[in-house]
């Protein structure tokens, strides 16, 4: 019976400590107000200097996985592999990301699968000629 009062003290106390943690005001930053001094015109023109930058190619890209790769085979169907072939196989399609992000956002399944939004990767242009046939045609080289 005594350990139980004791838990039950416990207990209430620790609630107690937690509600009146919880109703501290807050800690309001106050900003410090900024001096602006009106500088006079300069006269002379400023002229501003554009560089291009040259694009960087190459590097290394670091991921962290929970298992080791098992295999880069295509034919091999573990499904967890799949993510690793990504990176050393092209696909045929890929979805078009330079598209506006008002008319897809890529949020969503459906617009993944919407066929208007891909264009190719290993293929120049396809072909659907009924529901159950797709023909690819790809580009020189592959």
Same mark, same amino acid.
């Given at each position: 019976?005594?350990?139980?009062?004791i838990?039950? !003290?416990?207990?209430? *106390?620790?609630?107690?400590a937690?509600?009146? /943690?919880?109703?501290?005001?807050?800690?309001?930053?106050? #900003?410090?107000?900024? %001096?602006?001094? #009106?500088?006079?015109?300069?006269?002379?023109?400023? %002229?501003e200097?554009?560089v291009?930058?040259? @694009?960087?190619?190459?590097? @290394?890209?670091?991921? &962290?996985? /929970?298992?080791?790769?098992?295999?880069?085979?295509l *034919?091999?169907?573990m !499904?967890?592999? +799949?993510?690793?072939n990504?990176?050393? +196989?092209? @696909?045929?399609?890929?979805?078009?990301?330079?598209i506006?992000?008002?008319?897809?956002?890529?949020?969503?399944?459906?617009?993944?699968?919407?066929?208007? &939004?891909? %264009?190719?990767?290993?293929?120049?242009?396809?072909?659907?000629?009924?529901?159950?046939?797709?023909?690819?045609?790809?580009?020189?080289? %592959?």
């Amino acid at each position: 019976m005594n350990k139980k009062i004791i838990w039950l !003290i416990t207990s209430c *106390l620790m609630v107690a400590a937690l509600v009146l /943690a919880s109703c501290v005001p807050a800690v309001v930053e106050e #900003k410090e107000a900024k %001096v602006v001094t #009106k500088e006079p015109e300069k006269k002379a023109e400023e %002229v501003e200097e554009v560089v291009e930058e040259k @694009t960087k190619y190459g590097g @290394t890209t670091t991921t &962290l996985i /929970a298992q080791d790769v098992l295999s880069f085979d295509l *034919l091999d169907l573990m !499904i967890l592999n +799949h993510y690793w072939n990504s990176f050393t +196989h092209d @696909t045929l399609l890929v979805a078009d990301w330079w598209i506006d992000r008002d008319i897809a956002n890529y949020r969503n399944k459906q617009q993944y699968l919407n066929e208007a &939004l891909w %264009v190719g990767s290993l293929a120049e242009s396809w072909e659907k000629p009924d529901d159950t046939t797709i023909i690819f045609r790809l580009r020189k080289g %592959v």
